[in-house]
């Protein structure tokens, strides 16, 4: 149901008609006052997760990963509304790969038998995505490679997290970084409502709260308790049919019919990435 969830989120860049950064700022306004409510309820503590010594750095780390996510889901709306959403989505589930490939050096455990399989899989993804921008118009081929620009920052928010606050509850992660990009896209409201003379219908508004509370708080506060009590490997699996029903959303809302060249090179890109994510979690549990 959570992946079910998440994978709607680009069709309310179609549905909202706002800009980007307005639209990006409101979710996540409505968003962390949402997961702030969760947690006051749920009664979780705020405080005492972070290492002896290490909370300035904690701090410092889950503003970088804010600010990644806010210009994530900027540059993956983006991508929805320039190309397909099938294209879109196919595009930002590189990020298995990409971690893949920076991670071990991160780590400094690159082991080339088990990276050289890594490499190859990466190439195979890189000519699906070349097979698919060489087949669409120039508009579409813009969104694809915002799509990439949202997978290498996805990525970085990962690696952020995974390394540097992997102790905190990932709730309590979520609703600092959602804070942190409402902070930083504040602006936006302001700018766009006064300079810009912006006003958005009722209809947005009511479609920007489902996307904060029910597509964003809600369905990530889901996925989080799925990874608990599910295998990472099972997770990981189930997170690489997102694309499926994002087309099928696309499908069903729009009549989008994705194209042969993205039926093909997408589903090259996205055997690899599944390939990877089993391979990476199977590593994981070793």
């Known amino acids: 149901m959570a992946n079910v969830l998440l994978s709607s989120a680009l069709l309310f860049s179609r549905w909202i008609d706002a800009p980007v950064p307005y639209v990006i700022a409101a979710r996540c306004v409505v968003a962390s006052a949402a997961l702030f409510l969760f947690l006051k309820i749920s009664r979780s503590s705020f405080s005492g997760f972070a ?5 300035t750095l904690d701090l410092w780390m889950l503003v970088a990963s804010g600010i990644l996510l806010a210009a ?18 196919v595009a930002m589930h590189t990020y ?5 490939l920076i991670e071990p050096w991160l780590e400094e455990s690159v082991e080339w038998k088990e990276y050289s399989l890594d490499i190859v899989l990466a190439l195979l993804a890189t000519a699906g995505i070349a097979y698919m921008g060489l087949s669409v118009a120039a508009l ?7 799509g990439l620009a949202a997978a290498a920052l996805i990525t970085a928010r990962n690696l952020v997290v995974r390394r540097k606050l992997s102790h905190w509850p990932s ?3 979520m609703l600092g970084q959602i ?6 896209l504040s602006p936006a409201l302001i700018f766009y409502t006064v300079q810009q003379n912006f006003r958005p219908g009722l209809n947005d508004l009511i479609l920007i709260v489902i996307l904060g509370v029910l597509i964003t708080a809600i369905a990530h506060t889901m996925l989080t308790r799925a990874v608990v009590k599910m ?4 997770t990981g699996v189930i997170a690489s049919v997102q694309p499926l029903y994002s ?3 696309a499908f069903l809302f729009f009549d989008e019919i994705p194209s042969v060249a993205t039926f093909l090179g997408g589903g090259v890109v996205l055997m690899a990435a599944m390939v990877e994510s089993y391979r990476y979690h199977q590593r994981s549990s070793a």
């Open 231 to 234: 295998s990472a490997r099972t």
């Open 51 to 55: 290492k002896e010594g290490q909370l």
């Open 72 to 89: 994530h889901w900027i540059t993956f709306f983006y991508s929805g509304r320039l190309s397909t959403i099938a294209l879109a989505v």
């Open 247 to 249: 087309a099928l959303a």
């Open 171 to 173: 709730s309590q992660i």
């Open 140 to 146: 579409e081929r813009e969104g694809l490679f915002w």
């Open 96 to 100: 298995p790969l990409m971690t893949s």
């Open 179 to 184: 804070s942190v990009a409402g902070l930083l």
